[in-house]
């Protein structure tokens, strides 16, 4: 059984700055309302892109600057806000990214992953150790390029494919999701019930999802949500900086379903 309860920790969850008393609480959650979220989303996304233009804590290339500090590659990311009201009727917000933030999962203000893979010595961290020791051998035989080597290089991808998709299912396995009600399911759960044969890349590292986890775990009632999207667009063109999204289908909808089971919403 997993834990379906965490410690509180005041400092992922934010007061808003000015007072909110003329701004009516919905009276049902909201994830997006006509593409504009609501007015108390609007002032937790506001004080969080501050944030982001300000803090000097860590350094992630948004491709918003010159700045030759942000070396690397360009990666915008999808930034994310939750209204709440804590056991003791206080209204703020808990604030989260998508995937890794300046190549990790926790930073100060942003609640924790679902699932941290990033931690030493961790299955993954092994099993991707193990997936790169079979590459070089495969690179090694191929330079070769000997008749002889050919069935060995064809046993060697096979015991690759094999690994990878091993520790795919494993990770799936890793992640749990938890709603009102303290129920919960894998990944590999929520998506076979929507009829997915796998769970596609990337889910459950979205910042919805982190996000009610964590309201969740420390009986935190969800308000509103909303995410934008904070940097330079990708080769696609779809995300712009500063625009709101809603949650995607492809790998939220189903996290989603079960997460806001019994929760009265828009």
């Known amino acids: 059984m997993h834990s379906v309860s965490a410690s509180s920790n005041d400092s992922l969850f934010h007061s808003f700055p000015s007072a909110i008393s003329n701004l009516a609480l919905p009276e049902r959650f909201t994830l997006l309302l006509n593409e504009t979220p609501h007015a108390l989303c609007l002032l937790a996304a506001e004080e969080l892109q501050g944030y982001l233009r300000e803090q000097k804590n860590w350094s992630h290339n948004f491709g918003l600057t010159q700045d030759t500090e942000n070396e690397g590659a360009i990666i915008g990311k999808m930034f994310g806000v939750l209204v709440v009201q804590t056991k003791e009727n206080e209204v703020g ?83 749990y999701f938890l709603n009102r009600a303290g129920e919960e399911k894998s990944l590999n759960e929520i998506f076979a019930a929507a009829s ?53 289908q492809e790998k939220c909808e189903p996290i989603l379903a079960h997460m806001l089971v019994g929760i009265d919403q828009e």
Not at 102 to 123: I, W
Not at 136 to 148: D, G, S, T, V
Not at 210 to 228: D, N, S, T, V
């Open 196 to 248: 997915y044969k796998n769970p596609p890349s990337g889910a459950g590292e979205c910042a919805g999802p982190k996000l009610l986890q964590y309201a969740f775990k420390e009986k935190m009632r969800p308000i509103a949500l909303a995410e934008f999207w904070w940097g330079q667009s990708p080769k696609s063109d779809f995300w712009k900086h500063g625009h709101f999204y809603p949650c995607c």
């Open 93 to 175: 917000y808990l604030a989260a990214f998508s995937g890794k933030l300046a190549g990790g999962n926790h930073h100060a203000k942003f609640v924790p992953p679902v699932f941290d893979s990033l931690t030493e010595n961790s299955f993954l961290n092994e099993g991707m150790t193990e997936l790169s020791r079979i590459n070089r051998k495969i690179e090694e035989l191929e330079e070769l390029k000997p008749l002889a080597y050919e069935e060995k290089i064809i046993n060697l991808k096979s015991l690759r494919k094999i690994h990878s998709m091993a520790l795919q299912q494993k990770l799936f396995d890793s992640y």
